[in-house]
């Protein structure tokens, strides 16, 4: 039995305390470097500003951004579910933008801002999608909870911003309704159902930016 | 994944160069297709030409009238462009009805035109496949082939080619600008852009060696009522099984073009010709030729069908 202090949150928020040290010591001239992987060099330097903080990392071109925040920054907030772009629970947002971090090279990103999961906020500082899915009970397991949210965030954005869906019945009327937000939540999958739940939350969240 | 070095190009001419000159070498822009084929090894590249800063990801107008849009413009960009929007409507929505949000935030213009079938029996490689293996057979004739081509197919290949984006751009008479590894730009259309299978499925489109893709160009708007329908096994994020995107013209004069039954985006003179004459007779000349299996016959009933649907949309309209 484990001890009643020690939880499995705790124990992954101090690993991520720890990994959040060692990456900081890195080389400058990430620019310079990429010139000598082209020469096959193996490792690749990479800078990225993750969550508001710098970080330089040595990775195999390999290495998907996915597994850079997972397995190199440990961030384990953003899952790894299919790893083949089919269920969103990997979701990040990269410059304003959600993507599927599975579907795509650490290296490709290099000097670019990353948000993830504990980016947006904290438990004692949640952001107001993450309060949201817990007064909506938008979630069961958990699993794809993150990239749910994540995607969320952006989602509203997206309407905010003007950008027409597969279900805006006016390419130049875009508004929020339930069918937006299921159609433009589709690439994130929850095997639990908790679907209705997260378009109230998200629900929720847009009724708050609106007032 | 197999390993392989990377490198960012720095210009068009100098990644063409670089890509014809590297055995095994491949271009990378959005990746979302690339690399979920590299997983499985299906792809296997020695060397990747990281595309996205070579500034192709602007729209703009040509002289005559028409839209340049940048090989790297990102799906969503496209899609929501106010001119796309407004004289190219149904470009906006096969965008739109293909991937999920995520992907179309990453996937680009060029590498939309590039994505590889999602036959089964390509991503399975357990199995033959012509296309993966050459002259390894095809698992799919004989198997199970419900969601693939019935157009266009071969004695080698029955692969779907699974775009929407690419069936908008053949119903709009796009062309494709490139420029090859001797620095030598030239303008393919898209009816010639992708390759029939042949003897030869692996051969999919009519690059050369390094050739890179510059941009996409739209001819001038033709106006009309812009549709796309696509019709799939879930209401979101799946791949055609038969899609339609039409131009219905105020003049009569109508066009269309078919996902999810071609081995290639199709599109058939006859089948516009028989715009006037109504749903069945454009499905009947669309779907000359078809060859299809018990798994996918289903196919030329719904194309029918969905052409009916797309005919009281625009009646309602008008």
Excluded at chain 1, 50 to 71: C, I, K, M, S
Excluded at chain 2, 41 to 61: A, M, Y
Excluded at chain 2, 232 to 240: C, E, G, K, M, P
Excluded at chain 2, 265 to 275: C, K, L, S, V, Y
Aim: glycine content about 10%; hydrophobic content about 40%; some cysteine.
């Amino acid at each position: 039995m484990p001890s009643d202090h020690l939880t499995r949150r705790s124990l992954l928020q101090g690993s991520a305390a720890i990994a959040a040290a060692a990456p900081a010591l890195a080389p400058a001239g990430a620019a310079a470097a990429r010139q000598t992987a082209k020469e096959g060099t193996g490792m690749i330097p990479v800078e990225l500003t993750v969550n508001g903080r710098e970080v330089h990392l040595q990775l195999d071109p390999r290495t998907t951004l996915l597994d850079a925040l997972r397995e190199h920054l440990h961030l384990t907030g953003t899952k790894k579910g299919c790893d083949q772009g089919q269920c969103g629970a990997c979701t990040v947002i990269v410059e304003g933008r959600r993507i599927n971090s599975c579907l795509t090279l650490a290296v490709m990103h290099d000097g670019e801002k990353v948000t993830t999961i504990e980016g947006l906020g904290t438990p004692d500082k949640l952001h107001p999608m993450q309060r949201a899915f817990i007064t909506h009970d938008g979630y069961q397991c958990g699993y794809c909870t993150p990239g749910q949210i994540c995607s969320a965030v952006a989602v509203l954005e997206e309407i905010a911003a003007g950008i027409p869906s597969h279900v805006t019945p006016d390419l130049d009327k875009v508004s929020l309704s339930d069918s937006e937000l299921r159609e433009r939540m589709s690439g994130n999958i929850c095997r639990c159902a908790a679907y209705p739940n997260i378009i109230a939350a998200m629900n929720d969240v847009a009724g708050e930016t609106k007032a | 994944m197999k390993p392989f070095t990377y490198s960012r190009a720095t210009s068009v001419a100098d990644a063409a160069k670089a890509a014809a000159s590297t055995q095994g070498a491949r271009f990378i822009a959005g990746g979302t297709n690339l690399l979920d084929l590299m997983k499985l090894q299906i792809e296997t590249p020695t060397h990747l030409i990281d595309v996205n800063h070579l500034g192709l990801d602007r729209i703009e107008p040509t002289p005559e009238g028409g839209l340049r849009i940048g090989a790297l413009v990102r799906n969503t960009d496209l899609a929501a462009d106010k001119v796309v929007r407004r004289d190219y409507g149904v470009l906006s929505r096969a965008l739109l009805a293909g991937a999920s949000g995520q992907l179309r935030n990453k996937a680009t213009t060029a590498g939309n035109l590039l994505q590889r079938t999602r036959c089964p029996y390509f991503y399975d490689t357990n199995m033959p496949c012509n296309k993966r293996k050459p002259g390894s057979g095809c698992g799919a004739i004989g198997g199970i082939s419900r969601s693939l081509a019935i157009l266009g197919v071969s004695d080698a290949c029955i692969a779907q080619h699974p775009s929407d984006m690419a069936v908008a751009m053949r119903l709009l008479d796009a062309q494709v600008d490139t420029v090859g590894a001797d620095g030598v730009a030239r303008a393919i259309p898209i009816a010639d852009f992708h390759m029939l299978p042949g003897d030869t499925p692996h051969v999919e489109t009519a690059l050369k060696s390094g050739e890179i893709i510059t941009s996409v160009t739209l001819p001038k708007p033709i106006g009309g009522t812009h549709v796309y329908r696509k019709v799939r096994d879930r209401a979101s994020y799946a791949f055609a099984l038969v899609s339609v995107a039409a131009v219905f013209g105020k003049d009569g004069g109508s066009r269309f073009a078919f996902g999810g039954i071609g081995a290639k985006p199709w599109r058939t003179p006859a089948a516009d010709a028989a715009a006037s004459s109504g749903a069945k007779a454009v499905a009947e000349a669309a779907l000359s030729g078809a060859r299809t299996t018990h798994h996918n016959d289903f196919k030329k009933t719904l194309v029918e069908r969905t052409l009916a649907s797309l005919y009281r949309q625009k009646e309602a309209r008008s």
